[in-house]
């Protein structure tokens, strides 16, 4: 499925397959997170999230990003340790600025390392946080996994993300 993947995005839109960004890992180390680019590549672009019907989400960007295929590519970081498969999704360094200081409890989804799924995605708490309190329930859903989590619970919140995956999540974008 990966080399699929490559394939599609190197054969519809020009530009690396691979998209790198740098984001927060376990305790606030930045690392940099792999994914397989989604958008049209522009060089000179700066750092915005997606938003709905976005035009810079190529036609099969927009079925990885339904499908959470552009994802991945995370199974390398971690392999290399710098992530987990199920933990509080890792923020671009950027964005922790906005809210590292904002809400109170922000930081403490950096006390385990960040995963490829977890709880906050599974429940629908993805993608664009353009309000605080988005960004609060989202946060509230990290801290629940982390005093909860368990290889039982990782093993549910998997679950429920093969069945994300398999229905098409409609609030990526």
């Known amino acids: 499925m990966i080399p699929l993947a490559g394939l599609m995005i190197r054969l519809t839109s020009a530009g690396p397959v691979i998209f790198v960004q740098l984001r927060s890992g376990r305790n606030g180390q930045p690392f940099r997170c792999l994914k397989f680019r989604t958008m049209y590549y522009d060089k000179q672009a700066h750092f915005s999230q997606a938003v709905r019907n976005d035009p810079r989400v190529t036609w099969i960007g927009s079925f990885l990003r339904r499908t959470n295929l552009d994802e ?5 970081n971690v392999l290399l340790g710098q992530m ?11 964005h922790d600025a906005q809210f590292w200081f904002r809400l109170k409890n922000y930081p403490l ?5 960040p995963g490829i799924t977890g709880l906050a995605q599974v429940r ?7 309000q605080l309190i988005e960004m609060e329930h989202r946060v509230r859903y990290d801290r629940f996994y982390i005093s909860r989590r368990s290889l039982w619970f990782d093993l549910r919140i998997c679950a429920w993300t093969v069945k994300k995956m398999l229905a098409g999540d409609k609030k990526a974008h």
């Open 84 to 94: 987990s498969i199920v933990g509080p999704r890792p923020h671009a360094v950027n």
């Open 109 to 113: 989804r950096y006390q385990v390392t």
């Open 124 to 130: 629908g708490n993805r993608g664009l946080t353009s």
């Open 72 to 76: 991945m590519p995370q199974f390398i």
